[in-house]
C-alpha cells in the first residue's frame, strides 16, 4: 500500500508513519459504524500526501539535473556548436583579451605548476577555438580551422607515406641485395616493383631472401658470409644509409605523436581530419603492399611507438 | 596541463610527485626518458630474438594445433615481451603528452638511437 507508486519509494517511510498514525487515530475513533467511511477519507488523504510527496521529490531531481555540471556541459556543447552569432563574437572578444593577458601571465611566472590555462575538455567537442600543438597556432575562425584540418589531412597522408616509403626503401634494399649474392652484380635497376629482376633465371622469391638475411632464422649461408653480405650492402650500425633510414624513422615517430596529439585536442574536425588524412595516405601508398608478396611482413617495423 | 609545446621548465611527469622545474632535474628527467627510448627499441629486438630461437629450439615434427601453440612457449614468452613493449610504449607516449620540448625530444632521440642500434636490419 505505502510503496505501490515508484516514484512515493522515496518518502514511502515517512509516510507509512504517517499513514500508520492516522490510520490508527481513526480506526480507534469509528469502532463500529462510519469505519468503511474513515477508511476511505485515510486512503484519500494518504493518496494525496503520496502524490506531494512524489511532486516533491520529482522537482528536487530536476533542479538538481538543470543545476548539475552535466547539464552546463551539454548546454556549452550545444552552445559551441550552434553558428557564431552576434552575443558570441562580443564573448569571443573577452576571450581573446583575456587570453592575451593569460599569456603574459604564463610569461612571467609560475606559482601554480603548469601555467593554469582554462580547463582542456577531455571530451570529443565541436567548435572553433583550439590551440593545435603550438602556441601560436590557434584556429578562432571557421576558415581558420579548415585550413588547420587541410594542413593536419596532408601531414596524415605524409606520416602513411613515410610508413610505404621506408618499406620500399627496405625492399630495393634487399632486392638489391639478394642480386649480389646471386652474383648477378649490384643492379640499381632492380629497385622496381617486381621480384623478377635483370638477372633472369633464379628468381628467388622475396621471402625466402629476408629470412636468409634475418640473422636469426633458419640459413645454410654461414655466419661469415652472412657478415659479408651486410656489409656489402652497407647495412653496417653506423652507415650512411643506417643514418638515413634512422631519419626516416625519427619522422615517422615525430608525425605519429604529432598527430596523436592532436586528436588529443578533442575537437571532432581536427580528428577527422587525422582519420581522413591517414586513410587517404594509407589508400594511395598501398601500392606497395599489392604489389609485393611479403608486403605485409614489412609492417612489423614500419610500426611506430604504439603500434 | 599544457596545451601545446613549451621550453619552460614546468612540467609533470608521470607520476603526482614528478615535478620537473628546475634545468637540473629536467637534465635527469631527459636522460632517463632518452634511455627509456632505447630500452623501448632494445625490447622490441629482444623479443624477435628470444621468440625465434624459442622456436628454433622446437621440435619440427611437432607441428601444433593452434591451441596448443596458443600456450607453447614461444608464444607465451612473446607476449610477456609483448606486455613490456606496450607498457613502454605508452609511457613514452605519456611523457610525449607532457608537450615539453625537451622531452619529446629526448624521446625521439632514444627511440632513433634505439633503432640505428636494436632495429631491423635485414
Known amino acids: 500500500f505505502q510503496a505501490r507508486s515508484h516514484s512515493g519509494v522515496l518518502s514511502a517511510e515517512a509516510m507509512a508513519d504517517h499513514a500508520g498514525h492516522e490510520h490508527h487515530d481513526h480506526s480507534a475513533a469509528a469502532a463500529a459504524g462510519g469505519h468503511v467511511h474513515v477508511a476511505a477519507h485515510a486512503a484519500a488523504t494518504t493518496a494525496a500526501t503520496l502524490v506531494a510527496n512524489a511532486t516533491d521529490a520529482i522537482a528536487n531531481l530536476a533542479a538538481d539535473v538543470v543545476n548539475s555540471d552535466l547539464a552546463h ?19 569571443h572578444g573577452a576571450h581573446g583579451g583575456a587570453h592575451a593577458g593569460h599569456g603574459d601571465h604564463a610569461g612571467h611566472g609560475g606559482d601554480h605548476a603548469m601555467a593554469g590555462h582554462h580547463m582542456m575538455k577531455m571530451w570529443f567537442h565541436g567548435g572553433v577555438e583550439e590551440v593545435i600543438l603550438f602556441d601560436w597556432w590557434r584556429t578562432d575562425s571557421c576558415l581558420s580551422l579548415f585550413i588547420s584540418c587541410v594542413i593536419i589531412f596532408v601531414m596524415g597522408a605524409l606520416y602513411e607515406g613515410v610508413k610505404w616509403f621506408r618499406v620500399y626503401l627496405q625492399m630495393s634494399s634487399e632486392r638489391a641485395r639478394m642480386h649480389n649474392t646471386s652474383g648477378c652484380g649490384a643492379d640499381s635497376s632492380v629497385a622496381k616493383g617486381n621480384g623478377s629482376g635483370g638477372c633472369g633465371g633464379d628468381h628467388v622469391p622475396l621471402r625466402d631472401v629476408t629470412e636468409e ?20 650492402s652497407g647495412r653496417d650500425t653506423f652507415s650512411w644509409f643506417r643514418l638515413a633510414e634512422a631519419a626516416l624513422y625519427a619522422l615517422q615517430l615525430v608525425l605519429a605523436y604529432w598527430l596523436m596529439l592532436i586528436v588529443m585536442t578533442y575537437n571532432t574536425w581536427l580528428t577527422i581530419a587525422v582519420i581522413a588524412g591517414a586513410a ?28 | 596541463m599544457w596545451q601545446y609545446f613549451h621550453t619552460k621548465v614546468n612540467d609533470l611527469v608521470l607520476f ?35 621468440v625465434a630461437s624459442l622456436k628454433l629450439r622446437q621440435n ?22 609483448f606486455v613490456l613493449q606496450l607498457s613502454i610504449g605508452y609511457l613514452l607516449m605519456l ?28
Open chain 1, 73 to 91: 556541459d551539454v548546454s556549452e556543447f550545444l552552445k559551441q556548436l550552434a553558428p557564431p552569432a552576434v552575443v558570441d563574437h562580443s564573448g
Open chain 2, 60 to 81: 619440427p615434427s611437432d607441428s601444433p594445433t593452434p591451441i596448443q601453440a596458443l600456450f607453447a612457449a614461444p608464444h607465451l614468452v612473446g607476449t610477456a615481451f
Open chain 1, 213 to 232: 638475411t634475418n640473422g636469426f632464422g633458419p640459413t645454410s649461408t654461414p655466419p661469415a658470409a652472412r657478415r659479408g653480405i651486410r656489409l656489402a
Open chain 2, 16 to 50: 603526482e610527485g614528478w615535478k620537473v622545474e628546475e634545468p637540473g632535474v629536467m637534465a635527469l628527467a631527459c636522460a632517463l626518458t632518452f634511455l627509456l627510448g632505447v630500452i623501448f627499441e632494445f625490447v622490441k629486438w629482444a623479443k624477435k630474438r628470444v
Open chain 1, 280 to 307: 587517404f595516405g594509407h589508400w594511395l601508398f598501398a601500392a606497395v603492399n599489392i604489389l609485393s608478396p611479403s608486403g605485409d611482413r614489412h609492417d612489423s617495423f614500419t610500426t611506430d611507438a604504439c603500434h
Open chain 2, 95 to 122: 611523457i610525449v603528452m607532457t608537450f615539453s620540448v625537451w622531452l619529446g625530444v629526448s624521446v625521439v632521440a632514444g627511440a632513433t638511437l634505439g633503432f640505428i642500434v636494436f632495429g631491423d636490419r635485414s
